[in-house]
């Protein structure tokens, strides 16, 4: 039983920066994988970028590598999402979620627990 809640989203300008915090309750285990995944309008919900508890071993995808950071508090139970050169292109509803001894980090059912999601809205 594991709940997450994002917050930090809003509207910034192209070039700017935002970070995304994702608290969660409940036990977790370090065998546990946290991740973020994003869905603009009219899209696919994606991966963004994920992160191993036990050892903060990440992952991203190509398009934010260089830009986003994925980063875990333990005493806080907390995952970030530091988003800096922000582009239009990642505008979307951002979500965070949580899994146990996931395989691939990219697939969504891979992972049991979900945020509500938080809005960035990046405006050229």
């Known amino acids: 039983q594991v709940q997450v809640v994002e917050s930090g989203g809003g509207l910034v300008q192209a070039g700017g920066s935002l970070r995304l915090s994702c608290a969660a309750s409940g036990r977790i285990f370090s065998g546990y994988f946290m991740g973020w995944f994003r869905q603009a309008p009219g899209k696919v919900r994606e991966f963004v970028a994920a992160i191993r508890w036990s050892d903060s071993s990440t992952w991203y995808t190509d398009s934010v590598k260089g830009r986003f950071t994925i980063y875990r508090d333990i005493a806080k139970k907390a995952v970030y999402l530091q988003m800096n050169s922000l582009k239009p292109e990642d505008t979307a509803v951002y979500y965070c979620?949580?899994?146990?001894?996931?395989?691939?980090?990219?697939?969504?059912?891979?992972?049991?627990?979900w945020g509500q999601g938080t809005q960035v809205t990046v405006s050229s």
């Open positions: 979620a949580a899994g146990y001894t996931i395989a691939r980090v990219t697939v969504l059912s891979e992972y049991d627990y």
